[in-house]
């Protein structure tokens, strides 16, 4: 089993930046990849980032987010972070962390392990 903790969220004026983190624990050499997916009220969860692990490393994002949330990792803290930059409304939402054996599964919102969420508030 993998446990997911995701911390950082807050509220923000539209412009502003918010930093997510999400610590993996438990049988963390199971994973792969690790990915970032938001639920706003009223809408299906969607997918934001993902990350792959290992020596190299992959970065995957939504379109609707390039150019403004970086994804990162820190191998040795097993810690993934979301850096979330110049926000707009739109991305107000709960956002989860998850984390499986495949990137693609962690893309399609099908891994294995997820957080709990953490909340997400941006004002205009």
């Known amino acids: 089993q993998v446990q997911l903790v995701e911390s950082g969220g807050g509220s923000v004026q539209a412009g502003g930046s918010l930093r997510l983190s999400c610590a993996a624990s438990g049988r963390t050499f199971s994973i792969y990849a690790m990915g970032w997916f938001r639920q706003a009220p009223g809408k299906e969860r969607e997918f934001v980032a993902a990350i792959t692990w290992g020596t190299g490393y992959s970065t995957y994002y939504a379109d609707s987010v390039k150019g403004r949330f970086t994804i990162s990792r820190d191998g040795a803290k097993n810690t993934v972070y979301l850096q979330l930059s110049s926000l707009k409304s739109e991305d107000t939402a709960v956002y989860y962390c998850?984390?499986?054996?495949?990137?693609?599964?962690?893309?399609?919102?099908?891994?294995?392990?997820w957080g709990q969420g953490t909340q997400v508030t941006v004002s205009s």
């Open positions: 998850n984390a499986d054996r495949s990137i693609s599964d962690s893309t399609a919102g099908r891994a294995d392990y």
